[in-house]
C-alpha cells in the first residue's frame, strides 16, 4: 500500500475498502504558538494520542490510516471550515478552539487568533487533510465500488458517556447503511452501549457529517473511545470486531 507522509497528514492506503481517521491524534504545535498557550494548554489535555496506537492492528487487516499530526489547538480538523465574510476581532470559530474541553482558557489573555489567522491555519493545514481525505475515498470507490469511513476519537471518563469504552455514532439514514450500523449495534450489546444521532444534532463530528453518504457508496460511522477504558484488552478486542465487520460488509459491496 501507498504511504504518504508529511509532517502534517500521513495517509496510508490500504487493501481493504475501509480508511480510519484520526483528526485528534496530533501534538506537534509551532513554537510561535506555544508562546501564546496557557499552561494547561500545552499539556494539550483534549489530544487523543493514544488512538493510533490502540488501532495498531488495523493495518495488519489491510485498512488505510489517515492521521492529522498536528495538535487540535492549531486547528480541528474535524470542525466545518468557516465560509463567512471575515471580522475584526478575535476568531470565535471552532476551527481554532480558544477553550479546554473542560472550559478552561487556551490562550493567554490577548493572545486568540483573528479570522485572518483562522483562514491560514485553513489553507495550511485543514485543507491539506480534508484533501488526501477526499482523494482517498474516491481512489477506494474506484477500487472497491464502495468506502467505508471510521472516524476515532476519544472521550473522557467525565463525559455523559463514562460508563461506556467505545460509542459508535453516525447517521444511518443520509450518511451510513442502517444495515452497517446495526451489525455495528450487535457488537456493542445493546441501544444503551451505542449511540445514533442525526446530522443536526452531531456537533463536533464534520467528518462524519461531510463525507457518509450512502448514496455516493461512501459509509461513515465515528468512534468514540475511552481516554481510560475499564479493560484496554477488551476494549482493543470490541475495536478489532468493529472494524473486520466493517471491511466483511464492505466486501459484499464491491
Not at 508562546?35 to 489535555?45: K, M, N
Not at 477526499?134 to 471510521?150: D, P, Y
Request: proline letters at 6%; aromatic letters at 6%; hydrophobic letters at 40%.
Amino acid at each position: 500500500p501507498k504511504a504518504a507522509n508529511s509532517m502534517k497528514v500521513t495517509l496510508v492506503q490500504g487493501s481493504v475498502p475501509l480508511l480510519i481517521s484520526f483528526p485528534h491524534s496530533g501534538t506537534i504545535l509551532p513554537s510561535e504558538l506555544k508562546s501564546r498557550l496557557t499552561e494547561q494548554a500545552l499539556d494539550l489535555p483534549d489530544t487523543a494520542e493514544f488512538l493510533p496506537e490502540l488501532f495498531g492492528f488495523a493495518t495488519g487487516m489491510g485498512c488505510g490510516t489517515i492521521i492529522a499530526h498536528f495538535a487540535r489547538y492549531l486547528i480541528d480538523v474535524d470542525e466545518v471550515r468557516q465560509t463567512r465574510e471575515l471580522d475584526v476581532g478575535p476568531a470565535r470559530s471552532p476551527l481554532c478552539p480558544v477553550r479546554t474541553a473542560d472550559d478552561k482558557p487556551v490562550y493567554l489573555a490577548g493572545e486568540e487568533p483573528d479570522q485572518f489567522e483562522v483562514g491560514q491555519r485553513t489553507a495550511e493545514y485543514w485543507q491539506p487533510f480534508h484533501d488526501d481525505l477526499q482523494e482517498e475515498l474516491l481512489r477506494m470507490k474506484h477500487r472497491f465500488g464502495v468506502a467505508v469511513l471510521l472516524n476515532v476519537k476519544s472521550t473522557d471518563n467525565a463525559s455523559r458517556h463514562a460508563d461506556r469504552d467505545v460509542i459508535a455514532i453516525a447517521d444511518p439514514e443520509a450518511g451510513c447503511n442502517a444495515g452497517l450500523f446495526s451489525l455495528l449495534e450487535q457488537i456493542l450489546g445493546s441501544a444503551d452501549s451505542l449511540s445514533s444521532v442525526a446530522p443536526e444534532s452531531a456537533s463536533g463530528s464534520h467528518i462524519i457529517l461531510h463525507y457518509g453518504n450512502p448514496a455516493k457508496r461512501v459509509h461513515a460511522v465515528e468512534l468514540l473511545v475511552a481516554r481510560e477504558s475499564q479493560d484496554k484488552l477488551m476494549t482493543q478486542s470490541m475495536l478489532r470486531r468493529l472494524v473486520l465487520t466493517c471491511i466483511d460488509w464492505a466486501k459484499t459491496r464491491t
